[in-house]
């Protein structure tokens, strides 16, 4: 979940091939009303969004039983401290931007269990 547009579609453009469902949202709160609605196997989260931001999201959802399983990757153009911080939280990993979408598609592979992608 990202609140850039063209990002997000490269993203999804990019992991097309591992045949998943995406759903996005622009801004922390829809985040994470979309995380507890339809409970994503994954979630790839950005730290900064508007409304409230990845990490508050990533916190709340580590505090709800229905929802605190699910593995989180951040990604964003933020590092240093911020890393240090996402692994604290007990994410899965931390992307920083520009992202390797090699290693993005091989870490979505792996936490999904899913064959490797073919190119």
């Known amino acids: 979940m990202d ?9 999804k453009f990019r992991l097309g091939n591992l045949a998943c469902e995406f ?9 994470l009303s979309q995380a507890r609605q339809y409970k994503p ?7 900064l969004l508007p ?10 959802l580590h505090r709800q039983p229905a929802t605190k399983k ?4 951040f990604m964003s153009a933020l590092s240093g401290d911020v890393t240090k911080r996402t692994a604290a939280m ?18 979505v592979s ?10």
């Not at 196997?41 to 730290?47: E, F, G």
């Not at 699910?70 to 990757?73: A, K, L, M």
């Open 3 to 11: 609140d850039e547009g063209d990002f997000i579609e490269l993203v």
């Open 23 to 31: 759903l996005t949202a622009n801004d922390g709160v829809h985040a």
């Open 41 to 47: 196997d994954l979630i790839l989260l950005d730290i």
């Open 51 to 60: 409304d409230l931001d990845g990490l508050s999201v990533c916190e709340i």
């Open 70 to 73: 699910i593995p989180v990757i």
């Open 90 to 107: 007990h994410a899965e990993d931390f992307f920083t931007k520009p992202l390797d979408l090699d290693r993005l598609e091989k870490r």
């Open 110 to 119: 792996e936490l999904l269990h899913l064959a490797p992608a073919k190119n």
